[in-house]
């Protein structure tokens, strides 16, 4: 008959803290990892910033001059840059799970799944990764906002206020995909669905037009889609609008958190 003594602990929950010890620096080498991909394909930096760009330059600088969008103080062009800024990061996380097929047509997604890296682990490297992505992506989009004019902060502790912000909501985009691509299960289906969400999501938000002039409808819409409170926070810390940065922190992280976990379950589906 086995006895176990009072004050010990238990071998399960001894290996569980090992675990959990180890995770940053699983997280850290598969972000690596990531970071060397993008490295290797500089190019679809310039080629993602084909859009945006426009964005700024064509529909930016016509409402900016008919003022046909009020936005208070500020000119139309400083409301939109920020908005644009999110768009880019969106658009770059959104088809992060194709990434992921890919992998698993690859045979490398089962090779990391069957090591003791935690899916956590490995979905988190990928969020990250896509908030880098992103971040290069914005500094792109910020040079040319900076070019047309745009009164941006020149605060170092606001720009890495928005560094995270960027970060936290490519990496909510970017496990939205993981889970869509745990449901549908192949390329061609998660790539008609990022497609099909992908303008609603940036349309349903503040990115182009305020709040106050939404009908209503859209305004509920608004008020649940984790790119408007992006955005917000962006505008705010780029521009000085009015915001509240505590808030849509808030809203980013726990968005990201329970992306993290829905999309650590669904990963073992694209595996078998």
Not at 19 to 28: E, F, Q, T, V, Y
Not at 57 to 80: K, Q, S
Not at 130 to 151: E, F, H, P, T
Request: proline residues 5%; charged residues 15%; aromatic residues 6%.
């Amino acid at each position: 008959m086995t006895s176990v003594r009072l004050g010990e602990p238990h071998a399960g929950s001894g290996e569980a803290v090992a675990s959990l010890a180890r995770l940053p620096n699983r997280i850290g080498a598969l972000c690596l990892v990531e970071l060397q991909k993008l490295r290797h394909d500089r190019t679809e930096l310039v080629t993602r910033s084909i859009q945006p760009a426009l964005w700024l330059l064509i529909f930016g600088t016509t409402f900016t001059r008919i003022r046909a969008i009020p936005t208070g103080n500020v000119p139309y062009l400083d409301f939109l840059a920020p908005g644009i800024l999110a768009q880019s990061a969106l658009f770059i996380s959104i088809f992060f799970g194709i990434q992921v097929i890919w992998e698993r047509d690859a045979g490398v997604l089962a090779k990391l799944l069957v090591t003791p890296t935690p899916r956590a682990a490995l979905v988190t490297a990928k969020a990250f990764a896509a908030g880098v992505r992103a971040i290069a992506q914005v500094v792109i989009v910020l040079v040319l906002a900076a070019l047309l004019g745009v009164d941006l902060t020149v605060n170092p502790l606001r720009w890495l206020a928005a560094v995270l912000v960027v970060v936290l909501g490519s990496a909510f985009f970017c496990c939205l995909s993981i889970t869509i691509a745990g449901l549908v299960l192949t390329r061609e289906r998660l790539m008609g669905i990022g497609q099909a969400i992908t303008m609603p999501l940036f349309f349903a938000s503040n990115a182009l037009y305020p709040v106050a002039i939404m009908p209503v409808w859209l305004k509920v819409l608004s008020r649940v889609n984790p790119l408007s409170y992006e955005v917000d926070a962006l505008r705010g810390m780029l521009v000085g609008t009015p915001h509240n940065l505590a808030l849509d922190v808030v809203v980013l992280v726990v968005a990201a958190a329970a992306s993290i976990s829905v999309a650590s379950a669904l990963l073992g589906r694209l595996a078998r």
